[in-house]
């Protein structure tokens, strides 16, 4: 079932999952990462007061 078990034969359907699979992984990692990111900037950028979105 897993690539590290020794009955996983690499054929064109396990391939194609596979890439698929860490294709899907990579699109939604980045994502978070650049949602992450940008909520920490936007809260360094509050805290200093240089923010023109103020939240009452």
């Given at each position: 079932?897993?690539?590290?078990?020794?009955?996983?034969?690499?054929?064109?359907?396990?391939?194609?999952f596979m890439?698929?699979?860490?294709?899907?992984?990579?699109?939604?990692?980045?994502?978070?990462?650049?949602?992450?990111?940008?909520?920490?900037?936007?809260?360094?950028?509050?805290?200093?007061?240089?923010?023109?979105?103020?939240?009452?």
């Amino acid at each position: 079932m897993f690539p590290f078990n020794f009955e996983w034969i690499w054929d064109m359907g396990h391939c194609v999952f596979m890439g698929g699979l860490w294709y899907a992984l990579n699109i939604i990692g980045i994502g978070m990462t650049y949602c992450v990111g940008k909520a920490v900037w936007d809260t360094m950028q509050q805290e200093k007061g240089g923010g023109h979105h103020h939240h009452h």
